[in-house]
Structure formats: C-alpha cells, structure tokens
C-alpha cells in the first residue's frame, strides 16, 4: 500500500514542537514571548507542554481557536477538504474547507432551530427537499417528525456524505431511514429539472464564500425561479443565513432576509448562539402563508409531532429567538440591498493551514490518532 499523508483541511495552528512554558504568550507562528506576565516568570507556570491547535479566522484581526486531542481523519473531494477534529471543548468536530459546520457538544441548536420552526408552523409536513445537509443531520431532524412521508437531501459532494455516514455515529440512522432519499446532485439543478413539489424546502448549505459555489443559492432568482415554484400550497422554505451577532449580521444575515422579503409574502429572522461558532447564528424562514402559531400552540404540536424531546427548541425558545435585539431589527428594517449573482455579500474569511508546524508534528508522530490517507 501507498501511504499518502494528506494536507489538512481544516485551519489548524498546531503549535511547534519545542517544549514552550504553560502560560507563555505565544504567536500564531509558535514563537514563544518567554517571558511570563508583565515581563516576570512564575515559578508555578513551569510545566510544558505541546500543542494543536484548531484556529479559524473569523474577521480581520480576529480569530478563534482551540486545543484539539487529535486530529481523526482528514480527506479530500474534488469541491472541498474534509477533516474529524476531536477537540477538547466541543467533542467531535466537522470542518469543511477550513471552516468548522458543526460540533459534537452544540450542533443540536443549529439543527433544531433549522428545522423544527418550519416543520411545526406547518399543517402537515409530508415531503421534504434539503439543499446540501450532508452531514446527516438536518434529516436526522426531520426525520423525527411524525408526519413526514419522503425526504430528498441533494448534495453536490459524495465523498462528502460517505464520509459523513462513516464517521458521524449520531446520524448513522438517519442514514438508514426508508424516507430518506440522498441523491448526489447540484441542488440548483436538481430542482430546475425535477418536477415534484413540496412542503418544506431546507437550505442547509455552505456559507456564501468568495470564490465558492453556494453564493448562487441565495440569490433573488433563485429564491424565486427555482426555489419558490417548487413549494406546494401553504410550503415554507428555511434558510440558514450565516452570523447574525450584533456586529456580523450586516455580512449576510440583513440581505437574506431582505432578499427573501421580495420573493414571499411573510417572513421571519430568528437566531441563537452557537458556542463553537463564537457568535450568534440566524436562519430565515419564508412562506407565502402567515406565520401565526403562539409559544403553547408550537409546544402542543412539539408533542403530539416530534419523535423524542428536543433538547434545545421549544415554544418560548422560538419566540425568543425570534425576537431580534434592538440593533438588529433596525438594520433589518432599513436593509436595501438585493442579493443577487452580480451584487453577492460574503462571509468574511477563509481557513488556512499552517503547513510547517503540521509537517513537524507529522514527523514526530504528535497527530496521534489521526490515520494518514492510505491509496492502494
């Protein structure tokens, strides 16, 4: 066998090698200050250690990291590269060109506030289509409700989702479920040559990078053309809408929704925090049919609908997620701009690796459970 050691995908600092004092303030290239606090060594801080790190840049001259205990797989599709970080603050975690898409410890309130908002304002949900999702767990999600008949998750990526049903235990029923149709495609284009209709329409794709290909998914003609012509009577579609904090919702979050305000009828911007994302994240969802459920009302179909308890979501969750902070809704409001092809927003940033400190802990055997990629 050949053994091939694959490039990270993820945007790992993996600190260097040599034995640095716990404490130290260290920069990003592993070069340690040596000094302590304030220019004094502290006797009590003289163990050693060395490190890995996760680190994802989120805005200029901000970023977010944290300490990994290895690294479990990593991989690459012909679209994106794949790696299973096992981290010590959020357990299992899934990262996708450089950008983390969920945790172990927390993915259950992205999920659940994707899902089950749609899903219970809703009559009767029966046939389903996710765009992307090949995680697994938005149909996990779905598939717990009573009602829902056949689920079709479109994602363009393969090795995506084979990696996914290999890894992600949590989903691997999910995977399993008779209802669930996966089916290796374009989602745009699967939607634009099918014919069949349905009741709910999910967005659960990548965020709108620069130079990626999910940017055309949230565009005005989209929405409108494609998306929109296939929902039946009373459908609703949901999208997840990117950061929506007090300072990052201007990125994408406020044109969403805005955009979505000129294709539907009724539309409502929620979000909540997502601790391993390090921000508030939104979701828009969009119907021509009002929106008119109170807290008790969605409780009452929560039990009578879902499989199970929800361990995040409930009525008076969702009417507090609804309910925007007064910064937010004033900028929502005043939101003019139209996403489309030619005026498209992104999300700032992208992950990188920092290629030396990787190959040194390679070499010295400190990426320990993370098997390289083996070619026959």
């Known amino acids: 066998m050949l053994l091939e050691i694959v490039k990270l995908p993820s945007s790992l600092f993996l600190g260097d090698t040599e034995e640095r004092k716990m404490g130290d303030i260290s920069c990003s290239n592993g070069i340690s200050s040596g000094s302590g606090v304030n220019g004094k060594s ?3 801080l003289n163990g050693y250690r060395k490190s890995c790190w996760y680190e994802e840049e989120i805005e200029e001259n901000l970023r977010w990291c944290f300490a990994l205990n ?3 797989h990593t991989g690459a599709s012909q679209y994106q590269d794949i790696a299973l970080l096992d981290t010590k603050p959020f357990g299992k975690a899934l990262v996708i060109d450089g950008k983390l898409q969920s945790a172990e410890v927390d993915e259950f ?8 908002p749609a899903f219970l304002h809703h009559s009767s949900p029966k046939t389903v289509f996710i765009m992307g ?3 697994g767990s938005t149909a996990r999600e779905i598939l717990r409700h009573k009602t829902v008949e056949k689920v079709v998750m479109c994602d363009i990526d393969e090795e995506v989702v084979e990696f996914c049903k290999a890894y992600l235990v949590v989903n691997r029923e999910a995977f399993c479920d008779p ?6 495609n374009d989602a745009r284009a699967e939607l634009e040559i099918g014919k069949e209709c349905y009741d709910v329409i999910i967005g659960d794709l990548a965020d709108p990078i ?5 940017y055309k998914l949230y565009t005005k003609s989209f929405y409108e053309y494609t998306v929109k012509p296939r929902l039946n ?3 609703i579609f949901i999208t997840q809408a990117g950061p929506a904090g007090i300072f990052s919702h201007t990125e994408v979050f406020s044109c969403i929704y805005n955009t979505l305000r000129q294709v539907f009828k009724y539309v409502v911007p929620y979000s909540a925090h997502i601790p391993s994302y390090a921000d508030t994240w939104g979701w828009v969802m969009a119907s021509d ?3 008119m459920l109170s807290a008790d009302e969605l409780d009452t179909r929560i039990k009578q609908r879902i499989k199970g308890e929800n361990r995040y979501l409930d009525g008076k969750t969702f009417s507090s997620a609804s309910t925007l902070s007064k910064a937010v809704r004033k900028s929502l409001d005043n939101e003019t701009h139209v996403y489309t092809e030619g005026t498209a927003r992104f999300i700032y940033g992208h992950g990188s690796v920092h290629q030396q400190n990787q190959a040194k802990l390679i070499r010295n055997g400190l990426m320990e459970g993370a098997p390289a990629k083996t070619t026959k």
């Open 109 to 116: 309130i992205y999920h659940e506030s994707l899902v089950h």
């Open 70 to 72: 290895s690294i479990l």
């Open 233 to 235: 009577q009373g459908g």
């Open 133 to 135: 999702g090949g995680e």
């Open 210 to 214: 620069e130079g990626g290909p999910c």
């Open 179 to 184: 209802r669930l149709e996966v089916i290796i």
């Open 42 to 44: 502290h006797s009590s």
């Open 289 to 291: 049919s009002p929106f």
